[in-house]
């Protein structure tokens, strides 16, 4: 098979088998990526009920979304072949990492919390694994743990596939309960958890025979060996912690995941031994300050800034303070000790920048929050042409400074340059600047820089991805038209064909995907978005999308309280909040999401007075807290600076539903589909018509529809 070309999927290498599938290294040549691609064996393919298992492997991983476990990117079916497209991991097995060297307390603590992490996730979502073993989890040349292997997982509220009688899972970490074949819960997870525990520690596994019932006869009645007898720096307090893990009787484990985390933790504080901190690797690059003659370049000061973040994010070892975050301290006279409490971060970089015509002077410097001191800093002057060197040696500073251990790949990325035209730089630099301030006036200018840029640099990937958002975020916020999302896809394709690790352009492509309905392409593109730049705000809004429109509206929410993790001032995500909030009876949270948009929008509003789409929505906001009276003045006024906007119209439509005006709503409403409007099934579900539903006019409105 290796050679061979399935799908877009050229096969590389075999990288492993199982009895529940082989596994291959391929090249996604649509997408120019490595993944790993495992195949259903053919005499299992046949069969209903093994096909079914795998299926739900892709449905258990797909539905996860966490740091310690492997990306599932899709499911996919050729002729007679059945496959799951992984993301590829580059590194080893724990389990052979185990065998090929023995592991310190401070690593083996590292490993089993991020594992612990990644199943809390699963076990929060109703899934358990059941198959947690060192063979089943990777560990990548970051030292960033990836559980693999979702294929004996067993999903709450599913019926359990597995023939009575039959044990599922590997013998010699299989919990009693699950050797015995009796029903089982999480709890199995955690046990499994303390085989692992035990293994690294000891470099052997605490259950063992030559034959699999001698290995289970071991687990039902015998106890391991002590694994204090086995190696004499081990913690009382750890041995306490393995001993309660691999208790036989589950109701004596630990009960959740997260209650053997706080031990850990604990364990962690008494004995000194500290986690691999992320806070050790932690940065923010604070606001570059204009000092230029010219104010108005205040964007380009911005744009060095946040193309700092953009390439340090690309770096694995290293957890970058997302740019809205780091942003509100633009202009404070906070000092730098405070600002890095308040992120929570060890470094900061700070920096100056003087433009005037085509010169340059860049001053930064990094400094160690904690300590008070500057690490470094240098001033660099030149041309506007020199700023990519500028910006190539600033980066490889603050890896040297951190001490990062760079990937062949991150070694690239920090010297790549995205454009060697100054003038189409400086244009994307202008587009960034005017999307990142979102209204429709903003994005119209926006697009014609970005435009403008690719007409100077054709291969200029990133503002073809800019553009590709720029595109996305007209169709997410003011114009509904497909026509955005054509232009969107086309775009972003282009950006990754130039450029396969642009997270905005993978954002974009989702959205595309997920506007024209394609559910699984949209979902695979936006996990990528996301494990390039896990702050991208975008993205979340999209997966939550993806998970509203399959009426998961639980997970949405979950994605949507990211969003505004991220930015706090993403406000479309607030106003899916309200409804998802609303639709699945969440009062609580409903009413506090309203309270935080009651406060914010205003002094956006006052910043911002000619955004009508973003006055509109606060109406209605302002109507379901009852204060009828602002409602409809904020409402009115809106409409009177937009009156022939499609969109405007069915905001419009959902105040006065809101506000009980319901003729006034069907009259918007129907203007609204006339002036082009066809989001029919959206209208069934939006909430806001729930006033208006059993009107006879709203009914001959939608007849046919």
């Not at 389990?95 to 919390?113: G, V």
């Not at 029903?183 to 030559?210: A, C, N, Q």
């Not at 105040?655 to 003729?663: D, I, S, T, V």
Request: net charge negative.
């Amino acid at each position: 098979m290796i050679g061979e070309t399935i799908l877009h999927y050229k096969i590389l290498e075999k990288l492993g088998e199982g009895g529940m599938g082989v596994v291959y290294k391929a090249e996604d040549t649509k997408l120019k990526r490595e993944v790993a691609i495992k195949f259903l064996p053919k005499y299992i393919s046949a069969n209903e009920e093994e096909r079914k298992r795998f299926e739900i492997e892709a449905q258990a991983a797909a539905a996860l979304n966490h740091p310690n476990i492997s990306t599932i990117h899709s499911i996919e079916d050729s002729d007679s072949e059945v496959f799951i497209v992984m993301e590829y991991i580059d590194g080893p097995e724990l389990k052979k990492k185990i065998e090929s060297e023995k592991l310190s307390i401070k690593e083996t603590l590292d490993i089993i919390e991020q594992i612990a992490k990644g199943l809390l996730t699963a076990h929060q979502k109703g899934i358990i694994h059941r198959d947690i073993k060192s063979s089943n989890i990777m560990i990548t040349n970051s030292g960033q743990v990836k559980i693999m292997d979702f294929g004996l997982a067993k999903v709450k509220g599913t019926t359990l596939i597995t023939k009575i009688g039959l044990t599922i899972g590997t013998a010699a970490y299989m919990s009693p309960e699950q050797a015995r074949s009796e029903s089982i819960d999480h709890r199995t997870d955690i046990w499994s958890m303390g085989v692992i525990l035990y293994e690294m520690l000891s470099g052997k596994l605490p259950f063992r025979g030559d034959f699999e019932q001698a290995i289970i006869y071991s687990i039902l009645n015998e106890e391991p060996e002590s694994i204090s007898s086995i190696r004499k720096d081990i913690p009382v307090k750890l041995e306490q912690i393995i001993q309660k893990l691999l208790n036989k009787n589950p109701n004596l484990r630990y009960q959740s995941v997260d209650e053997l985390l706080k031990e850990l933790k604990e364990l962690r504080n008494k004995t000194g031994v500290q986690a691999k901190s992320e806070i050790d690797k932690t940065i923010a690059v604070l606001p570059f300050e204009n000092i230029s003659p010219d104010k108005e370049t205040d964007y380009f000061a911005d744009g060095l800034a946040e193309e700092l973040i953009i390439t340090l994010s690309r770096i694995k070892e290293v957890s970058v303070v997302a740019r809205t975050n780091s942003m509100r301290f633009k202009g404070t006279n906070k000092d730098i000790s405070t600002i890095g409490r308040e992120l929570g971060v060890r470094y900061i970089m700070a920096g100056s920048v003087r433009k005037f015509k085509d010169d340059l002077r860049i001053s930064v410097q990094m400094i160690e929050v904690n300590k008070g001191i500057q690490l470094w800093g240098e001033t660099y002057k030149g041309k506007l042409a020199d700023i990519f060197d500028i910006q190539e040696k600033v980066s490889k500073e603050i890896a040297d400074t951190m001490m990062l251990k760079l990937s062949p790949v991150e070694k690239v990325e920090l010297t790549k340059k995205p454009t060697l035209n100054a003038e189409a730089f400086d244009c994307y630099l202008r587009g960034r600047n005017f999307l990142l301030n979102r209204t429709k006036n903003n994005l119209d200018f926006a697009i014609l820089l970005f435009q403008k840029a690719v007409e100077l640099d054709s291969r200029f990937a990133s503002a073809y991805a800019g553009l590709g958002e720029a595109y996305g975020a007209m169709y997410r916020d003011f114009d509904r038209q497909e026509t955005w999302l054509d232009k969107a896809l086309e775009v972003s394709l282009k950006a990754l064909m130039y450029d396969s690790s642009l997270s905005e352009a993978y954002a974009s492509l989702g959205l595309a995907y997920f506007g024209k309905n394609e559910l699984d392409q949209a979902l695979t593109a936006t996990r990528k978005a996301i494990e390039l730049d896990p702050n991208n705000s975008n993205a979340y809004w999209i997966l939550s999308r993806i998970y509203h429109s399959t009426d998961r509206d639980k997970e949405a929410i979950e994605a949507l309280e990211k969003v505004v993790s991220i930015n706090p001032n993403f406000f479309t995500a607030y106003d899916d909040l309200e409804m998802y909030c609303e639709r699945i009876g969440d009062i609580q949270k409903y009413n506090n999401v309203l309270q935080t948009v009651i406060s914010i929008v205003p002094k956006y509003l006052i910043q911002h007075p000619e955004d009508t789409y973003r006055r509109m929505a606060y109406a209605v906001t302002l109507a379901k807290v009852g204060k009828t009276i602002e409602a409809k003045m904020e409402g009115e006024k809106a409409l009177d600076l937009s009156p022939d906007d499609t969109i405007m119209m069915y905001y419009g439509a959902c105040l006065y539903a809101r506000l009980g005006e319901k003729k006034e709503a069907i009259r918007l409403l129907g203007d609204s589909i006339k002036s082009g409007y066809e989001n029919y099934e959206w209208i069934k579900r939006d909430p806001d018509f729930n006033s208006i539903r059993n009107e006879p006019s709203y009914i001959e409105l939608m007849k046919d529809k």
